[in-house]
């Protein structure tokens, strides 16, 4: 069975039961979230009555908590080599770690940060570090590693420094990778013989690791070190090679997860670029219809 679904938001008003109203409404069987706003760190109480309604919400509409992931918000930064600056980074994903468990989501992602201009070698050490001391408590919550499209000094763009960085953690139970599509294709690696390329994940950090793809197009070329996002299928990617993807039998059990561009900024495409995906049939005018028929509600 297909595990798909979106980014949705986390409102402070409804929190869980609202994101999985929001994945229920565009046909989704997973989805993730950020537990705050992702460019900061204020994050509010969480609710236990609305946690149980939205687990009783999920069990009804039969989504497994366990592909449910939230993604850690992206002003995190354990490579930094600001010791103040570090250590808030892991007192923050620990009490995110903590929120994950409360909720029962068994899977975040987090960029492994940037070394901001010092040097690659020393913002692994420290990446290593944080993560081993993160992964050192008795939660279950694993931790995925993003592949990144490599814009300024991000850690993470080859799948090289990924493994460097997995070799460094002590509790590999914990640790695995979100393979990003419009990342990796903005960091250089081609997608079109996806076969290809799992074989050589395969060979630098071994498939079993992959347990999230974010799936999205990008607005760029392949190797550009950009890391714009385009809905599925009108980008350089293209769609037969994000279905390709999609329905790897390798990747059956794994969530796909949609960060793909709003409408004019507006409009949520993810309904119909889920339908899309499951039609296996690419439509040209997808964006257009949903821009008219937004625009008209
Ligand atoms: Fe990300
Ligand atoms: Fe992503
Ligand atoms: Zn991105």
Redesign the pocket.
Known sequence: MLIIGSHVSFGKDKQLLGSVEEALSYGSNTFMFYTGAPQNTVRYPLSDTLKKEALEKMTEAGIDFHNVVVHAPYIINLANPDPSKYDFSVRFLEEEIKRCDFLGISRMVLHSGSHVGVSLDIGIKSIIQGLNQLLSTDSKVMILL?TMAGKGNEVGRTLEEVKQIIDGVQNKERIGVCI?TC?LNDAGYDLSDFDAFLNLFDQIIGLSYIQCV?V?DSKNERGSHKDRHENIGFGTIGFDTLQSIIYHPALEKVPKIL?TPYVDRLFPPYKEEIQMIRNRNFDPDLIEKIRITKTDE
């Open positions: 993003e990003d990342h974010h999205n960060e």
